[in-house]
């Protein structure tokens, strides 16, 4: 039926109706809004399960190792400044005694005494994250951000580094960290000489001088890399030995077809642990292919050290030989 | 036809209604209603950005992710494709002579399914992007939002293949008998063909989905990397269905063009075939570019070369609705009313993006702009220029038959100039922007940059322009709908003849095409 034969006009909206229309709409649009923003935090609130289970992935690989050495006590309290602007352990940070730094060798057992002596929420937890509130290393925690220690809360737990590396401890609650809450925790080899204060320290040298010489070479298909002669063959990276105090010097060459520079490191995974300043050019500077060039240092406190390749990533591909100190 | 009488019926009656009229006017309304509201999000973000370092509009990084993420996700699902689908159901019926859709109670669950939908976007306001790349989105995008987001994609991803199975059946098998398919008008060809592209690409993201959800769960890892997925994969299959989807939502406007174009020109259309070719040409077309929108993810060369090629293709079959829009509108006596003036800007409007969608294409180009400010401005001025200028001249042209009213041609010729000048000022800014190196989804900019500084603040200016464009229509609507001048039902634009279309569908007038 066509209303084109009607007379009367036929208008389908008035403001009646028009009105009821905007309220729905509007009402809509209202309720949804309180549900929204009465619920602003928890509509982000969770990670995914997988991104949960990457986390524990990683976690674990940072886990505890088993107590061999010593047992180390430290004490710890929440506090804050009065005006809840600094944060720390112990002292707001910036003043004396605030979060101190705790030396231990790997195996050692920390244990941290830990007591929340400010007005606010904290939770203690050790982390290998250089930023942010964590993850915690598993059974380092004492609370978790959403159910935190109370103010006067105490609670204790152990803590043995498995492998050697920079740690921190801090307060899980987030931001608490960038406030100050966060103590460092140097671990160092348990084979390494006792403490990083006298393996990087110089000693004063003896006269005595020895000679090494040392040259970068690579398999053709670049996956073996080595010094002096690739895996298995003989005089493949010799083993160095001195005596401390001996001022060594290393001629080093770069035989290979790719860019390497040198290094005598504590850790052979972290080419920037150099020690006595043993090092030939850098990874941002190297040594080009068939350059050559001498470096002379004073050999430090008695240990093991490693000699290597310090471009990230070719220690690891095999430019790694000892260098002990007796 | 409308069906309101001298005794109008209640509200709830219209809102749970199955005719297509009234499943039409919700969809316009629903959409319309998200258009305001993913505009608001627009210009928080583009204020945001006027002045670099700010931060008390949007505090953190974080929430102007989630502004963008449902600004995109709204004005592409809950207004472009509801908008397109209740003009189409308003119009496809009477246009192939039925009394209804093929199947009424399926189009009222279509049609409800996208509130729904639309509430789970915005309760959550995920900030996984529109796009949602693994593996932020697998790993790290904060529940429940990213997962309410997901569900919501998928019930309006739902939606839209019911509705694109109602109207494919509603034109191939009730159109009148007399009717011969290719007399069909062209907007009901566009609705056909973006409804057939909709059934094709739209399983490949809804299965997308629901490996992202499991993904996310951690019983899968299709597109995780640390368990050995491939985020890639999700790349592949998110463009296989959304390259087909700018088509999906470009052609409905090309359609509306098709409409009110040879109306107020008082003219027949130059070419039905040309203009039912390059439809069926493009809905072929759009499913060979899908790899444009990821030649730096490392393909080889001849695949970027195939997908270079198969993108360029779609340029003849667009060049041929404009020339078959401008060889219409040669010689004729135009009434340059507010649908009218809306199409004509829209055309000039899809030439400068289309141009713009030519260079991205050729690969040496495409890698200095992709994910900049540049990738930003060409989309938006295909979405705000070609398809919301066919959107809201559109609304115009069919004002009268929703409301029986008449809006005001005045208020809506500023409409028309802000909404043109603020669309230019904003996106070809943004073109300008990107080709400065101003990334994408930037959160903030340094100010020693001060081009960009100038930039972002001559661009901020065209989108509160733009916005003010917007506040005037929204005003109209309301205003017009209740108090404006009765229409004249059978001859609303003054043209002369039988040609208001809607009104007039029970006695075929399109005959003289």
């Not at chain 2, 409409?259 to 809905?283: D, N, W, Y």
């Amino acid at each position: 039926m066509s209303h084109s034969e009607q007379d009367a006009p036929i208008l389908r909206t008035s403001t009646g109706r028009l009105g009821k229309m905007l309220i729905i709409i509007i009402g809509i649009q209202i309720v949804g809004g309180a549900l929204f923003f009465t619920h602003y935090d928890f509509w982000n609130s969770y990670l995914p399960i997988a991104g949960k289970l990457q986390e524990q992935g990683e976690a674990k690989s940072a886990g505890q190792g088993t107590a061999t050495g010593k047992e180390v006590d430290v004490p710890l309290k929440f506090v804050e400044s009065p005006d809840f602007k600094n944060y720390g352990f112990n002292a707001p940070v910036g003043q004396t005694g605030a979060n101190p730094e705790v030396d231990v060798t790997v195996g050692d057992k920390i244990v941290f005494d830990v007591t929340n002596g400010g007005k606010s929420f904290h939770a203690f937890a050790v982390t290998d994250s250089k930023t942010g509130p964590g993850p915690a290393i598993e059974g380092t925690t004492i609370g978790t951000a959403d159910n935190p220690m109370k103010p006067g809360a105490e609670g204790k737990i152990t803590f043995v580094p498995a492998k050697a590396g920079e740690y921190y401890y801090i307060c899980a609650v987030p931001g608490h960290r960038e406030l100050g809450m966060e103590g460092k925790i140097e671990v160092r080899e348990a084979g390494s000489s006792s403490s990083t204060a006298s393996s990087t320290a110089t000693v004063a040298p003896t006269g005595n001088k020895v000679e090494f010489s040392l040259s970068f070479v690579m398999s053709t298909d670049f996956k073996d890399y080595a010094f002096n002669a690739l895996t298995g063959q003989p005089g493949h990276n010799p083993d160095i030995t001195v005596k401390s105090g001996d001022t060594v010097t290393i001629h080093v060459k770069n035989d290979s077809k790719s860019f390497h520079s040198f290094g005598v490191v504590t850790d052979p995974e972290d080419p920037n642990s150099v020690v006595w300043n043993a090092a030939y050019k850098s990874a941002d500077n190297p040594m080009k292919p068939g350059e050559t060039g001498d470096v002379t240092f004073v050999a430090g406190a008695p240990g093991t050290y490693h000699y290597i390749c310090t471009v990230p990533g070719h220690a690891d591909l095999g430019m790694n030989g000892k260098f002990i100190v007796q | 036809m409308v069906l309101e009488l001298q005794k109008p019926r209640p509200v709830w009656q219209i809102m749970f209604s199955t005719h297509h009229t009234d499943v039409g006017y919700l969809y316009t309304v629903t959409s319309l209603a998200f258009l305001f509201m993913g505009g608001v999000l627009a210009l928080l973000i583009r204020t945001h950005l006027f002045f670099p370092g700010q931060g008390f509009i949007i505090s953190d990084s974080v929430t102007f992710n989630r502004i963008f993420t449902v600004h995109g996700t709204t004005m592409l699902f809950l207004f472009a494709l509801p908008f397109a689908a209740g003009i189409g159901n308003y119009l496809v019926p009477i246009m192939v002579r039925y009394k209804d859709m093929a199947y009424p109670k399926l189009n009222a669950v279509a049609f409800w399914m996208v509130p729904v939908g639309g509430a789970l976007v915005w309760l959550g306001f995920s900030d996984t992007t529109w796009v949602a790349y693994a593996p932020y989105s697998v790993i790290r995008a904060p529940g429940p939002a990213a997962d309410m987001w997901i569900f919501g994609l998928k019930i309006l991803g739902v939606s839209s293949i019911l509705s694109s199975i109602n109207f494919i059946v509603t034109i191939l098998k009730c159109k009148h008998p007399d009717l011969p398919l290719r007399r069909v008008p062209l907007f009901a060809w566009s609705m056909l063909t973006v409804s057939l592209m909709t059934v094709v690409a739209m399983p490949t993201f809804a299965a997308a989905l629901v490996m992202m959800l499991t993904d996310r769960l951690g019983v899968s890892g299709f597109f995780n990397p640390s368990v050995g997925g491939d985020p890639i994969a999700y790349l592949h299959l998110f463009w296989f269905t959304f390259h087909p989807e700018v088509y999906i939502f470009l052609l409905p406007a090309i359609g509306m063009m098709y409409e009110i174009i040879p109306r107020f020109s008082r003219k027949p259309l130059f070419s039905q075939g040309s203009g039912v070719f390059a439809f069926v040409m493009l809905g072929l077309i759009g499913f060979a570019s899908w790899g444009h929108h990821m030649y730096s993810t490392g393909m080889d060369f001849t695949t970027k070369t195939v997908f270079m090629i198969g993108t360029l293709a779609a340029v003849p079959a667009s060049g041929m609705h404009v020339f078959n829009f401008l060889a219409t509108m040669w010689g004729a006596r135009i009434r340059f009313d507010a649908p009218m003036k809306f199409m004509v800007g829209g055309i000039a409007l899809f030439f400068s993006a289309g141009a713009g969608g030519v260079l991205n294409t050729a690969m040496p180009l495409d890698f200095i702009t992709h994910g900049t400010y540049w990738v930003v401005g060409h989309m938006h001025l295909f979405l705000t220029g070609t398809i919301a200028f066919g959107f809201v001249g559109m609304m115009y042209y069919i004002f009268p038959l929703f409301t029986g009213r008449m809006y005001s041609e005045k208020w809506a010729s500023v409409q028309f100039i802000l909404m043109m000048w603020g669309t230019v000022q904003v996106f070809f800014t943004q073109h300008i922007l990107g080709l400065e190196g101003m990334a994408r989804r930037i959160y903030d900019y340094p100010a020693e940059f001060t081009s960009w500084t100038q930039l972002n603040q001559i661009a901020s200016v065209g989108a509160w322009i733009l916005g003010a464009s917007f506040v005037i229509f929204l005003a109209q609507l309301i205003y017009y709908s209740a108090k404006g001048k009765e229409a004249n039902m059978n001859d609303p634009f003054n043209l002369g003849g039988k040609y208001y279309y809607p009104y007039q569908a029970k006695t075929p007038h399109h005959t003289g095409y």
